[in-house]
């Protein structure tokens, strides 16, 4: 199992040093940008910059996850059967790297977070979701929170890709094209038309549940509600995946 988590790694660790070399590319021109402006006018660059708020990092960390679990089963799947090595032992390759990943990357979003907010007034999504909470600064504890909450997502993110890469594996192409077109349109369609038949009840369901799944209640913000949330996503995805890999046919 050692090598097929060392490949995993690697894949992985090039990846993100590509998507991690784009974002601080970008950030770079938007600090040159700035520096340039500042030097004719500084009041209005400093106007700016209070006025002004960045973010991304995290977010697109979370998109990555997500992409790299829907592209890390079919190349990988047949490549590791040609060499003998066993679907338990590649779903838990597969899993270590997914939560390793995920610990890395929420600790680099935060560091990246308050290393950007010195040059920057740059604010994660996590400190714009819950400002409240860092009203009087931030905290150690807030800092934790943070982490952890990213984690969370990103773990639950990864669970997600994997999931659907072995639904879609799994699936005929008709069966493809029906479930890309049914359920989008399921989505965006049939839900308005089913909450106007109920008189906007399913409005009021979403609009009561989720805050709560976010961690806002009436009697403040609980951050281990949406880490919970995610947590289980990934759970559940993950323990579904596994269910269709275990006879999971290989394909060409």
Known sequence: MKHAVAYYVRNAATSILITFGVLVGVFLVLGVTIHIGEAGTPDNVASLRENS??????????????VWSLCAFRVQFRFFQQNGISRKSQFAAWGITAVAMSLFLAVLSVAITYGMNQ?????SIFQQMYAPLFASGAGASLVFQEMLWNAALFL???????????????????????????????????????????????????????????GFFDSGINILAPVGVFLAVAL????????????VPVKA
């Open 53 to 66: 708020t960045f973010s991304g990092f995290d977010m697109a960390y979370a998109v990555f996850v997500f």
């Open 156 to 214: 639950g993110e990864a669970g997600a890709g994997f999931a659907i890469t072995l639904l879609y594996y799994r699936m005929g192409k008709t069966t493809k094209v029906l479930v890309s077109v049914l359920v989008p349109a399921s989505l965006l369609l049939g839900l308005p038309a089913i909450d106007g038949l109920v008189q906007g009840a399913l409005t009021r369901f979403f609009g009561w549940v989720g805050p709560q799944m976010f």
């Open 236 to 247: 559940i995805a993950a323990g579904l995946a596994w269910g269709m890999m275990r006879r």
């Open 119 to 123: 040059f920057f007034n740059y604010r």
